[in-house]
């Protein structure tokens, strides 16, 4: 597989890679295969192959949404090459690639407003428009203007806003995950610099007295029920510490699950499958996943 992944110049091949190093949670398993593609060319060559081969894969991003099951026996692809960034006046066209924060950060500081909810979203432009990333009452649906995707049929095709069906942490994409988005072009306005840090350092603040910050976990795990808050459901059933092997319920938030740095990703899904079950008998509510299980 390397000799013919490289033969056909599909970018960087690694083999048996750790996917401590390409998750949040810091998790223990390994990856067969990890390519990075450098351009759009390489990129198609490597899913032509895929297809003909009918081969596992998984685009990732930052893995900051992502729990594997256990091993992955097949090709991860990180698109982290594809990182362009162009700005013309309220228009922003950026790779898939680019990190959420950076580019949220970069563009809040230089007096734009519309992306301050992402200054504590982690991972990459992709991943956030596949899994709609939101907070503070906004999300990716209020800015993206269209997506630049490759189709399961390996074509070319821009995704306008309303084709790509975003919803309370979902979209086309993340329906449809045969489809690969390469870029986006994203529509902000223009603010005052000096409200738009003073928010995002307030927000720093309380996430940093709020949130288990210091620990690897990859953010909110559960969709808030419509009315309703997750953690408070969880707290309510006194499920704070509760741990598996390396993963435990933050005591600091109910809604994340913190890592030890030596956990599975089955010690990560059987904490999830405690807090769903508790909550579901105790509550009569089904908890929804706002993060990835990925199976090998």
């Keep these: 597989m390397i000799k013919e992944l490289k033969m056909r110049k599909c970018g960087k091949v690694l083999e048996n890679v750790n996917l401590k190093d390409y998750t949040t949670y810091k998790l223990q398993g390994k990856a067969s295969y990890l390519v990075e593609p450098t351009t759009q060319e390489e990129l198609f060559r490597l899913l032509e192959y895929i297809k003909q081969q009918n081969l596992t894969y998984k685009i990732i991003g930052g893995g900051s949404n992502l729990i594997f ?11 982290n090459a594809f990182d362009n960034l162009k700005i013309e006046d309220t228009r922003v066209q950026v790779g898939a690639g680019y990190p959420m924060l950076k580019l949220a950060l970069k563009l809040s500081r230089m007096g734009y407003t519309g992306l301050e909810f992402a200054t504590g979203i982690p991972g990459t432009v992709g991943g956030a428009v596949f899994n709609n990333a939101g907070a503070y009452g906004s999300d990716m649906g209020y800015i993206v203007e269209s997506a630049l995707v490759i189709t399961p049929d390996l074509e070319l095709k821009r995704l306008y806003n309303k084709d790509l069906a975003f919803h309370y942490r979902t979209s086309f994409l993340k329906k449809n995950p045969g489809y690969v988005c390469l870029e986006v072009n994203l529509v902000l306005k223009r603010g005052n610099k000096e409200e738009i840090m003073e928010i995002i350092e307030d927000r720093k603040k309380r996430r940093l007295m709020s949130q288990p910050l210091e620990s690897p976990s990859a953010g909110s795990v559960f969709r808030n029920p419509e009315g309703l808050s997750a953690w408070k459901l969880i707290e309510d059933l006194g499920l704070k510490g509760y741990q598996v092997g390396g993963a435990k319920v933050s005591e600091k938030h109910a809604n994340f699950i913190v890592t030890n740095g ?35």
């Design 69 to 79: 099951n256990g091993d992955y026996h097949g090709i991860l692809i990180r698109l």
């Design 262 to 296: 030596a956990a599975s990703g089955k010690d990560v899904i059987a904490v999830i499958q405690k807090i769903q079950a508790e909550v579901k008998e105790k509550n009569q509510i089904d908890l929804l996943l706002e993060q990835e299980i990925v199976e090998s």
